[in-house]
């Protein structure tokens, strides 16, 4: 099959990945465009920037490429690729904040409150109700300390299992739930007793800016590398 005929969209993720193993680009801006949301949300629950988040992805991206040759699928894609953006965030994190540590919060007895998913509204004044509360939610969790945030931004946004998410950042599933309960309470005490709203739409990453990704990657792979 030509490459022009395949159909990326709906292509089984085992066979995209060997083609963007040989070189098809298309298959890796496929992949890309998979992966964009979840990775975008990883590195701003590090970075807390949305420019920055964006070239963390990029960067990500590029040694993803560079290195995909050589993956050999004992973890899955997205388990690798956010291992690679975890990596670049934190790097760019210790060298923007070298001195920076993280403040041990104390758990107290605040009540936990849930965040159950919203359903999709399509009345006008309840969709513009809703954006504020996520955009409450966003700064909310931009306040949250480093590690407690990256760990919500996996269970709660992201819904990964507690396994998964011990899996995904070396922790103990223990010291998941810990720090997931203290983001909680924290969250709890900085946003209205009455606020009740959902997940799903924060930190979106989806269609322009998806593909703008998608496109400056592509674009920094096609320029020839300086002579060494």
Not at 152 to 176: K, W
Request: hydrophobic share 40%.
């Amino acid at each position: 099959m030509s490459q022009a005929a395949r159909d990326y969209g709906t292509m089984p993720e085992k066979l995209l990945l060997r083609h963007a193993q040989g070189g098809d680009r298309d298959a890796f801006r496929a992949i890309m465009q998979r992966h964009n949301q979840r990775l975008f949300r990883v590195a701003r629950a590090v970075v807390s920037n949305d420019d920055e988040a964006e070239d963390v992805l990029q960067d990500a991206y590029l040694k993803a490429f560079a290195a995909i040759g050589l993956f050999r699928g004992e973890s899955g894609l997205n388990t690798w690729l956010t291992a690679i953006t975890l990596n670049e965030a934190r790097g760019r994190l210790r060298r923007r904040r070298p001195s920076e540590s993280l403040d041990v919060m104390e758990e107290s007895g605040v009540r936990v409150i849930p965040f159950p998913g919203m359903a999709e509204i399509p009345d006008p004044e309840a969709e513009a109700i809703r954006s504020e509360t996520r955009r409450l939610l966003e700064r909310a969790i931009d306040g949250l300390p480093d590690e407690f945030r990256l760990v919500f931004m996996l269970r709660e946004v992201e819904g990964l299992s507690v396994e998964e998410t011990a899996a995904q950042l070396d922790l103990n599933p223990q010291t998941v739930r810990s720090r997931l309960f203290r983001a909680r309470q924290t969250l709890r005490q900085s946003l209205m007793s009455t606020l009740s709203s959902g997940m799903e739409g924060v930190f979106p990453f989806l269609g322009a800016r998806c593909s703008r990704i998608a496109d400056r990657v592509l674009a920094r792979l096609s320029v020839p590398a300086p002579p060494g």
